[in-house]
């Protein structure tokens, strides 16, 4: 069982940066791959970024490529959404969520655990 606990959001200007970061409970940390989703008001859940279980492999949405880094510390048990240049469209709830195994990149229905999420709020 992994608990998963969002923080870093808020309302931030166009332009601007926030940095999440996503902790997790457990000492198996880094057998799971981890992503970031996003879920803006009335709209689907999206993915967002993933990060392979050591950190060596990375994968993007190509909306937020360029402007969004994905890390991980697994001594810390978190990993980090850098979000840089946002946009209003970028509004969103956004949450972690963790997937065992070796599979990459993960599909969305390979996510076994799931954080409550953090609201993320750009203001134009």
């Known amino acids: 069982q992994v608990q998963l606990v969002e923080s870093g959001g808020g309302l931030v200007q166009a332009g601007g940066s926030l940095r999440l970061s996503c902790a997790a409970s457990?000492?198996?940390?880094?057998?799971?791959?981890m992503g970031w989703f996003r879920q803006a008001p009335g709209k689907e859940r999206e993915f967002v970024t993933a990060?392979?279980?050591?950190?060596?492999?990375?994968y993007y949405a190509d909306s937020v490529k360029g402007r969004f880094t994905i890390s991980r510390d697994n001594a810390k048990n978190t990993v980090y959404l850098q979000m840089n240049s946002l946009k209003p469209e970028d509004t969103a709830v956004y949450y972690c969520?963790?997937?065992?195994?070796?599979?990459?990149?993960?599909?969305?229905?390979?996510?076994?655990?799931w954080g409550q999420g953090t609201q993320v709020t750009v203001s134009s």
């Open positions: 457990g000492r198996t940390f880094s057998s799971y791959a």
């Open positions: 990060i392979s279980r050591r950190g060596g492999n990375t």
């Open positions: 969520a963790a997937m065992y195994g070796s599979s990459w990149p993960p599909r969305t229905y390979e996510y076994d655990y």
